[in-house]
């Protein structure tokens, strides 16, 4: 029996990205920004934000054509980068 995850098969259409992180534009136009350096040819229109029950967060999910393992440690790395980001999944 093999216990290693699934690999995934590359360039990966529709890969999830979540990012959660204090509400507000700030967030927003730092995930844009940073998607538009590391996804490029990612629609906006297809970003979706969730506040938190309180408020004080959101969640901000994305679906970006994945092209690599490089590219996706890259944008992680780039999103975490910001102190608004308190978690990237």
Do not use: W
């Not at 994305?62 to 996706?72: C, H, K, N, S, Y």
């Not at 890259?74 to 990237?88: G, I």
């Amino acid at each position: 029996m093999d216990d290693s995850p699934p690999r995934i098969a590359f360039p990966c259409p529709d890969y999830p990205i979540s990012i959660m992180g204090r509400s507000g534009a700030a967030l927003r136009d730092h995930v844009l920004a940073t998607l538009a350096v590391h996804a490029p040819g990612f629609d906006a229109a297809n970003l979706r934000i969730q506040p938190s029950r309180g408020g004080k967060y959101q969640a901000l999910r994305v679906r970006i054509t994945a092209t690599g393992e490089p590219q996706l440690r890259a944008l992680h790395r780039a999103l975490q980068a910001s102190d608004l980001v308190k978690m990237v999944l």
